[in-house]
Nanobody, 117 residues
Framework: VQLQASGGGLVQAGGSLRLSCKPS???????????MGWYRQAPGRQRGLVAL???????NYADSVKGRFTITRDNAKKMVYLQMNSLNSEDTAVYYC?????????WGQGTQVTVSS
């Protein structure tokens, strides 16, 4: 299974971006049963959770992005999105799509988000 992330880029502080992720070769019921989310890693820092959409419907966010970022998923399309608003320089990082299913973690290749001040 590959996680194809897209939507990264360069944006000015205060701007918005939307990241998208689609697992390949996965059936709808398996996607529905998966936890899907986004992690990020800035230079010199460990990878950390940004947002998580749990299969039962609950969502979790890092404190630093609460109120600015929103994770959504479309189970029919097997897509997960991360809407990022009010971006600031601290949000600059490589963002990784993430999936957890039956105790196994899957990672995408990462998409760069750069916020210029």
């Amino acid at each position: 299974v590959q996680l194809q992330a897209s939507g990264g880029g360069l944006v000015q502080a205060g701007g918005s971006l939307r990241l998208s992720c689609k697992p390949s070769r996965i059936i709808t019921s398996t996607f529905w049963a998966s936890d899907m989310g986004w992690y990020r890693q800035a230079p010199g820092r460990q990878r950390g959770l940004v947002a998580l959409s749990i299969s039962g419907g609950e969502t979790n966010y890092a404190d630093s992005v609460k109120g600015r970022f929103t994770i959504t998923r479309d189970n029919a399309k097997k897509m997960v999105y991360l809407q990022m608003n009010s971006l600031n320089s601290e949000d600059t990082a490589v963002y990784y799509c993430y999936r957890r299913w039956q105790g196994t973690d899957y990672w995408g290749q990462g998409t760069q988000v750069t916020v210029s001040s």
